[in-house]
């Protein structure tokens, strides 16, 4: 079929908005109609050279839609489904995915087309790649079916589509990764899609004290309603002074979501012996970050964090029964909807910090 995609073709330029072919559904593949796709920091790092992707691909890579048709040996999801798609496809059979480490999975390249043969996405002929192996900006996805997960049909599409991302990547990151503990002291550096979501994620675990930190005061006001108990604008003091008074000491979990380097030292800095600081944004390739080594001589801890260190099939529907329930704010996280020839437009704005998110809708 012939479908609207924003191609990325060249760094540094506005996408393309062109028809692209989208294969039929191989067996294992599944044809998903988009419904909506959240506009991530990493679309944008991607046209910036941040992040390396092979050219020319459709980005896009936090939708929810509706399956239109699926290959003979799907089982986890049926035409008409509604359902989320994540970039943490797995195999299901390497050392981490069997361990319970999916998101790790060390052999993903099963879950694609094997060299050779006909291209998911193409135009006349022309390869062209799904960004993240999924290609959200797009009226349709070709996916495989460990791409996906069946949601309930009560879930609006909006919503549902930043589970497959910031939610999935930020609530994780304190659930899954950290493992905030109730009653904690937490540091979160940056309020953009994902910092609200570990916000978000610290308060369901019943942290008693979220502190934001972010440059832009629109984001710390905004912060305060997701659950941030306190906020900090470094351009007027010390974050790491500020924050170890506000906490008596110290933060017993500071997450670092913007992928700086000083963010990342300040946020180990920022913690209370045997703390834990986990790096959730991502830093550019070339550049390092210095520590001094003394303060692990207090158990301090660092640690990476892939995806929220999701299990996503299992993690989306719990965060949608959070969401359900009013435990999980998704609502609020949706400042802008918007058809996909506007993404440049949702590029802008993010930069500008306006949103936390925009989400392109397709009818
Ligand atoms: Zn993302
Ligand atoms: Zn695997």
Redo the contacts with the bound molecule.
């Keep these: 079929m012939k479908v609207k995609a924003a191609v990325m073709r060249e760094l540094n330029k506005p996408l393309s908005i062109e028809d692209v072919d989208v294969a039929e559904p191989g067996p294992d593949e599944v044809l998903v109609k988009t419904k909506a796709c959240g506009v ?1 920091h ?1 679309d944008l790092h991607t046209v910036h050279g941040g992040i390396a992707a092979p050219l020319p691909t459709v980005l896009g ?2 939708p929810a839609g509706v399956v239109l048709k699926v290959g003979e040996r799907v089982r986890n999801v049926a035409e008409g489904d509604h359902v989320i798609a994540c970039t943490s496809m797995f195999c299901g059979a390497c050392p981490q995915c069997v361990q319970g480490h999916p998101h790790l999975c060390s052999d993903r390249g099963a879950c694609r087309r094997p060299e050779g043969a006909a291209p998911r996405l193409s135009r006349g002929g022309e390869l062209i790649h799904p960004y993240a192996d999924l290609g959200g900006f797009a009226e349709a996805m070709l996916l495989h079916s460990r791409a996906v997960v069946k949601i309930p049909k009560d879930i609006p599409f909006d919503v549902a589509a930043l589970v497959g ?2 939610v999935t990547t930020g609530v994780g990151a304190a659930l899954n990764t950290a493992q905030v503990t109730p009653g904690s002291s937490v540091a979160v550096f940056g309020a953009g899609g994902v910092g609200i979501s570990v916000i978000q994620g610290a308060r369901i675990a019943g942290a008693r004290q979220i502190i934001a930190v972010d440059l832009a005061d629109n984001k710390l006001a905004n912060a305060l309603k997701f659950g941030a108990t306190d906020t900090i604008n470094p351009a007027n003091v010390d974050a790491v002074k500020t924050i170890k008074k506000m906490s008596g000491g110290g933060v017993d979990f500071a997450f670092e979501v913007v992928g700086l380097p000083k963010l990342l030292e300040q946020a180990f800095y920022s913690l209370a012996p045997r703390g834990t600081a986990v790096l959730v944004g991502a830093i550019a390739a070339g550049q390092t970050v210095s520590l001094i080594p003394g303060h692990f001589f207090l158990e301090k801890r660092i640690m990476g964090c892939m995806m929220g260190s999701n299990r996503f099939t299992v993690d989306a529907p719990r965060y949608l029964e959070l969401y359900r329930q009013g435990r999980l704010d998704l609502d609020a996280m949706v400042t802008r909807h918007a058809p996909v020839d506007d993404v440049d437009e949702a590029f802008r704005a993010m930069e500008a910090g306006e949103v936390t998110r925009t989400v392109l809708t397709f009818d």
Excluded: G, N, Q, T
């Design positions: 991530c990493s890579h936090e991302c910031a």
